[in-house]
Nanobody
Framework: HVQLVESGGGSVQAGGSLRLSCAASGVNLVDHGMGWYRQAPGSDCELVSQ???????YYAESVKGQFTISRDIAENTVYLRMTSLKLEDSAVYYCAAAKIIGRILLDGERCGEFSPHNYWGQGTQVTVS
C-alpha cells in the first residue's frame, strides 16, 4: 500500500520561504521518480519539479532558481524548498510518485486524481499574500 504524506504548506508573505516534505511508504525513491505538482484555482495541474530515481532533477521554467528539490534516501522523503515566493505560487501542491520503477513524472496529469502513471499525496495548500 503506497502512502505519500505531505507537510509544510501554509500561508506566507510574498518574498518568504517554505519547505514542503513528502514522506513516502510503499515506494522507494531510489527506484521511483518523485516530485511535486501544483494546481491553482482555474489553472491546469502543473509539474513543478521532480527528482528521478537516479537523482536527476527537473524544474519547470516558472520555478527555476526559486525552488529546490532534494531527497533523504534514509528517510524516504522528498523535499521542496520554495524561496522568494510570489502571489502566483499560491496553489495546492501535490506530492507524486511514478508507479513504474525507473519512470519519471509527466506533465498533463490531473492533480490528485487517479492516474495510471502516478501515486498522489493528499495535497497541501500554499498561500502567498
Amino acid at each position: 500500500h503506497v502512502q505519500l504524506v505531505e507537510s509544510g504548506g501554509g500561508s506566507v508573505q510574498a518574498g518568504g520561504s517554505l519547505r514542503l516534505s513528502c514522506a513516502a511508504s510503499g515506494v522507494n525513491l531510489v527506484d521511483h521518480g518523485m516530485g511535486w505538482y501544483r494546481q491553482a484555482p482555474g489553472s491546469d495541474c502543473e509539474l513543478v519539479s521532480q527528482i528521478e530515481s537516479d537523482g536527476e532533477k527537473y524544474y519547470a521554467e516558472s520555478v527555476k532558481g526559486q525552488f529546490t528539490i532534494s531527497r533523504d534516501i534514509a528517510e524516504n522523503t522528498v523535499y521542496l524548498r520554495m524561496t522568494s515566493l510570489k502571489l502566483e505560487d499560491s496553489a495546492v501542491y501535490y506530492c507524486a510518485a511514478a508507479k513504474i520503477i525507473g519512470r519519471i513524472l509527466l506533465d498533463g496529469e490531473r492533480c490528485g486524481e487517479f492516474s495510471p502513471h502516478n501515486y498522489w499525496g493528499q495535497g497541501t495548500q500554499v498561500t502567498v499574500s
